[in-house]
């Protein structure tokens, strides 16, 4: 309980402060608040750096208390963090290269399991035939089914390994 009235008390204080700081601002000024992350995970604001917090990001209100543009003004001031922004065009091609990448693997795998069981179809024996230029069947003898099953486990191993459907 009186953990949740100091949260209350600073996060008044803190509206207050900002609300008192913006108005003594004529209109060609910003403000910069530090934003960072306490020892004990807890938000911390301040007008000065901290010395050893986490995340510590520096913010910039305008004159009429709006935040600027993150990308323009403000950014974040811990060097271990980057800039990985990207634009709507970056994420559009992104997803796209994603979504084409994804395609690939599904028609990779169905060319895997179609492989699979043509060479189950030829392991299985009995008569195999296959249709030749006219539509008419053309049956196969022992050479031919051993050649087709060997040009089958090499389309395999070649192809679908790493997959296991």
Known sequence: MAYAFKIATAAKWLTSTTCMLMLSMDASQAIQVYKSIGAYGEVKYSQHAPQNGKNV??????SDGRQNNAGEMAGKTDASQSNNTQTAEEQRVAALEARIKEQ???????????LRNNLTNLNVGGRIYEMD???????????EIELKRERVQQAIDQYCSGSTT
């Open 104 to 114: 690939e693997a599904q028609a990779n795998a169905q060319r895997c399991q179609s």
């Open 133 to 143: 230029a006219n539509g008419k069947r053309q049956y196969l003898d022992g050479r």
């Open 57 to 62: 990001e520096l913010i910039e209100f305008r």
